[in-house]
């Protein structure tokens, strides 16, 4: 036990202020990134878009039970100071992932790392009512306790993006925290972000002295129900473009793409992989195809009565989406109203939160074991230290520089 409590004094600063009482094992970002991409080691950390709180006991489960470190995030548009569309502020978030965590008994010698990612703080304009916006989303989040961050100026011309990608990384980097970049909007309508765009942006951010962890490419995925056409070569050659300054690649949009493509991806220097859709799915009972898109049915889905949340629930929430224009990729808008009648529904029927919870266990196994995760806990926690280590010879530099 002694063991365990001096790793847990290598936990970020940021979250032991935020849960001074806490003992699950939530661990900077970095540590994560950097047990992936260690030499003769490689595998990809799943990070998963739980909109709801049902969708994160089956994650947890087979987290703890797989040994298999795991990123739990929310993107802007699903989290905001406000509540986004999940109606979850970045508080509500880290706390119910850390409260369930410490329910379940992801604590102690044996407990599985994990961390809060602050997913797609996006910019999409220069203004600044857009700045100040995200500025205030990331200094929330530092201090609610989270240990990674995307930091999203991918819509905007290259010189923009990376103004203003390193005004508000400045904090994530001065925090020690894990900071990954974007270039090339995520199945936006100007194609495949190329190499020189990647190596552009992050030479530039390096300059500076903000190197990303990692960063985003549109590589062919896009985010919803949408199949995708991921170009692994084009993956590659960035990644191994970006080698003189050490980052590797998030896979956004995975939902979409079969499992036997997400198990090449960490051939390819993927090192996250973004799987948020394919939660709600399981979590609402949607028939999917083979590559986990979900089935239509008129203007909404296709739900299978014995599966996921019931069918009386379901039959509420497609009358709100109809009746509100909510169509197709639009109905995850369903989330905040339907909040509460799907935590009531699924603590109060056992039958409910047993088939949700299994069904969530069997399809994170399934990610976990496809991207070679499974067992590398121990590489995590043994990876804190050393990121410590560099953080404070990072600090000890900028001292002596200034």
Known sequence: MEDYMSILDLRPENFKKAFPDSKVMHVNGKSIIQSAMKEGSHWVVMAVNTRHEIAIPGMIKASMELGAPVIYELALSESDLSGGYTGLTPKDFITLVVTLNEKMGNVGEKAVPFTLHRDHTTVQEVS????????????????????????????????????????????????????????????GAHGNSSVSEAVTLVEALAKKGLTPDLIAINNGTTHGNVRGNIDLELTFNTYKAMAPWGV?????????????????????????????????????????????????????YQKNPDKGISMDLWKKMEEYALSN??????????????????????????????????????????????????????????????????????????????
């Open 248 to 300: 590797g690649i998030a896979q956004h949009g995975t939902t979409g793409t079969a499992i036997e493509d997400v198990g090449k991806f960490y051939k390819y220097g993927i090192f996250k992989a973004n799987v948020g859709t394919t939660w709600q799915n399981v979590i609402w009972g949607i028939d999917t195809d083979e590559y986990g898109v979900a089935v239509e049915k008129g203007p909404t």
């Open 128 to 187: 600044r009512k857009a700045f100040d916006k995200a500025d205030a989303l990331i200094k929330a989040s530092i201090e609610a306790g989270y240990g990674s961050f995307s930091i999203d100026c991918s819509f905007l011309p290259m010189d923009q993006n990376i103004a203003l990608s390193a005004l508000l990384s400045e904090q994530v980097v001065r925090a020690g925290l894990m900071y990954e970049s974007e270039v090339g909007e995520i199945g």
């Open 325 to 402: 224009n909510m169509k197709g990729g639009n109905m995850k808008k369903l989330f905040k109203p339907f909040k509460d009648a799907m935590a009531q529904e699924y603590y109060s029927n056992a039958k409910i939160r047993e088939r949700i919870d299994q069904a969530v266990y069997e399809t994170a196994a399934a990610y976990f074991k496809a991207l070679q995760a499974v067992g590398k806990a121990d590489d995590v926690k043994a990876q804190m230290e050393k990121t410590v280590s560099k953080q404070s010879v990072k600090e000890s530099k900028e001292r002596d520089y200034e």
